[in-house]
């Protein structure tokens, strides 16, 4: 199964992928997950990403393509994939479908995360991220059962610098302006559909259950 989780920042596109990625047990591909491990190991691509990613502005398309399609050509992607934040412009699309054409593959759902402004605000604003292990929480709607620590591995959470207030307004802003395009750009290709994030994250998980099976 080969998907994509389309939407807004904070509209819960990596909690669902997370899970989708165990229950069917293919990768979870989130492109900004990939800059932020390269940040933490001080690689040349993450001090690049990053001068982008405070911002709230897109890192430009080649470098986000090379790396989708370097990590799509691996082994583990054979079964299929879970694309978390890629594409995210027009050309990011093209030159994904030429990567999966180039291979025999094809899309089989693009799945469309909607949430009101406000609630992305909120959401982005409580999440807190494990800084060993990366996994998300919330304070209000997930919090972590020891305040401030990660249930999983006991590593400290903090606020992605991305999330504060001017960085989330001109992400908001790069998605409207070059992400939602992709909207229009997969229903022509009938591989669009809507889901309602605005929910508690099971009946979220469970209207995508229905939808891919
Ligand atoms: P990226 O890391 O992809 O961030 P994003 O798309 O802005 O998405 P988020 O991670 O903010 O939100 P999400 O939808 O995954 O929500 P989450 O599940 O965490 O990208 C960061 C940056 O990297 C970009 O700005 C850009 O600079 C660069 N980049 C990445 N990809 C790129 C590309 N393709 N091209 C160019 N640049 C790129 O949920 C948010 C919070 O809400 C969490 O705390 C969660 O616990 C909570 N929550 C989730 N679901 C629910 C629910 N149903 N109810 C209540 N709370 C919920």
Redesign the pocket.
């Known amino acids: 199964m080969n998907i994509i989780?389309l939407?807004?920042?904070?509209?819960?596109?990596?909690?669902?992928?997370v899970r989708l990625s165990e229950l069917y047990s293919i990768p979870h591909i989130?492109?900004?997950?990939i800059?932020?491990e390269n940040l933490k190991q001080g690689t040349e691509l993450g001090v690049k990403?990053k001068e982008?990613?405070d911002k709230?502005?897109?890192?430009?398309?080649q470098?986000?393509i090379d790396i989708?399609a370097d990590r799509l050509s691996r082994e583990d992607c054979d079964g299929g994939f879970i694309l978390?934040?890629?594409?995210?412009?027009i050309a990011?699309a093209d030159a994904l479908g030429d990567v999966l054409a180039a291979r025999g593959l094809a899309l089989d759902h693009v799945l469309n995360?909607s949430v009101p402004d406000e609630v992305l605000v909120r959401?982005?604003s409580?999440?807190?991220t494990c800084s060993r292990c990366d996994r998300?929480?919330?304070v209000e709607?997930?919090p972590p059962e020891v305040e401030g620590r990660c249930d999983s591995c006991g590593g400290e959470l903090y606020q992605?610098d991305?999330?504060k207030e001017e960085?989330v307004r001109r992400?908001l802003e790069?998605?409207r302006e070059k992400t939602e395009p992709l909207i229009q750009y997969y229903q022509e290709r009938g591989l669009l559909v809507d889901i309602d994030?605005?929910?508690?994250?099971e009946?979220?998980m469970a209207s995508i259950r229905r939808v891919l099976g």
């Open positions: 989780l939407g807004p920042p904070g509209a819960g596109k990596g909690t669902q992928a989130s492109t900004g997950d800059f932020r990403a982008y990613m709230g502005l897109l890192v430009p398309d470098v986000v989708v978390d934040g890629f594409p995210r412009t990011q995360f959401r982005i409580g999440r807190r998300n929480y919330h709607f997930d992605r991305d999330d960085a992400r790069e998605y994030g605005d929910r508690p994250m009946e979220v």
